[in-house]
């Protein structure tokens, strides 16, 4: 088995898949996936101990600490027998995507993952690569695969969180749910409200400026929305997007389908 992992600053994903089906099965169709809170990263070792797995790649940016938990929890998990983790890194070009930032390591790996996984799902068009997470990222990528760079911003969850613990009179919302009213009359929905408009007007904006740049070639831009707040983002977005989940752990599978050595 093959087990691909997006460490996340909340949650890590996996996905287990046969190395014989790389290259054959479908981007995202697994023989296995789950999900964990960071700090139960212990029950990841139970769900993937027993699996016959030769080979990880994982992509990190929760730092340093996870990274040794997840070394333990591979340990723990596969017993005895050593298998090599490879980690993930953002680099200058990658199965079909040339990264545009100054210093190309200092990308997040995750995003890296995420145009490759994007660009191997929606080949051959320009793409705005939104993926609404602990962060939200928004990332331009051309349709000949060039990352043209993005924008961070505090993911939904942190947004409305960052209110209720700095201030005395806002609560934290327990859900996100909005209308199509924008001007709210009571507090819960003023916070859900704002924080809404500020995630899809960011992205809203970036389409925008993608749109600008790409000039002639705008009217074929789509809109890409992954990560666990994406569902709440994207009825309040100015276009149709398309939601994919787990698209970290797709472009890590498109790298090994694309690149016969990762990294
Ligand atoms: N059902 C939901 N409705 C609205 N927002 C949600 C929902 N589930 C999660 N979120 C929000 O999505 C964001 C990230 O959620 P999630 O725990 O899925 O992390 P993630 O996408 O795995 O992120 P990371 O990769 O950074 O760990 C948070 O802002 C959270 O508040
Ligand atoms: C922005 C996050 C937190 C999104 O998970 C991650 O990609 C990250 O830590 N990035 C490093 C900085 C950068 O991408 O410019
Ligand atoms: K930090």
Not at 88 to 95: I, M, T
Not at 114 to 130: D, K
Not at 144 to 154: C, E, K, Q, S, V
């Amino acid at each position: 088995m093959l087990l691909l992992v997006d460490a996340g600053n909340t949650r890590i994903k996996w996905a287990l898949m046969q190395p014989a089906r790389l290259g054959h099965a479908e981007l995202g169709h697994w023989s296995g996936y789950g999900s964990v809170r960071n700090e139960d990263i212990c029950q990841m070792a139970d769900a993937i101990k027993g699996e016959d797995i030769s080979r990880v790649l994982i992509s990190n940016v929760a730092g340093a600490e996870m990274r040794a938990a997840l070394e333990r929890m591979a340990l723990r998990a596969l017993g005895m027998k050593p298998v090599p983790l490879t980690w993930f890194a953002s680099q200058a070009e990658l199965a079909g995507v040339r990264n545009g930032y100054r210093d190309p390591a200092q990308l997040g790996c995750d995003r890296f993952a995420a145009l490759i996984g994007a660009r191997a799902l929606f080949p051959g068009v320009p793409l705005l690569v939104a993926t609404c997470g602990t962060a939200t990222t928004v990332d331009a990528l051309d349709a000949d695969g060039r990352f043209r760079g993005g924008m961070i911003l505090p993911g939904l969850g942190l947004m409305a969180s960052s209110l209720a613990r700095n201030t005395a009179q806002l609560p934290q919302v327990p859900q996100y749910n909005v209308g199509a009213q924008p001007f709210a009359d009571n507090t819960h929905d003023a916070i859900a409200s704002g924080c809404i408009a500020a995630q899809a007007g960011a992205i809203g904006r970036a389409l925008a400026a993608h749109a600008a740049l790409l000039e002639e070639d705008a009217g074929r831009l789509q809109c890409i929305l992954s990560g666990g707040a994406a569902g709440a983002i994207s009825p309040h977005l100015p276009v149709v997007a398309r939601q994919v989940d787990n698209l970290v752990l797709i472009g890590l599978q498109a790298v090994l389908t694309l690149t016969q050595s990762p990294c």
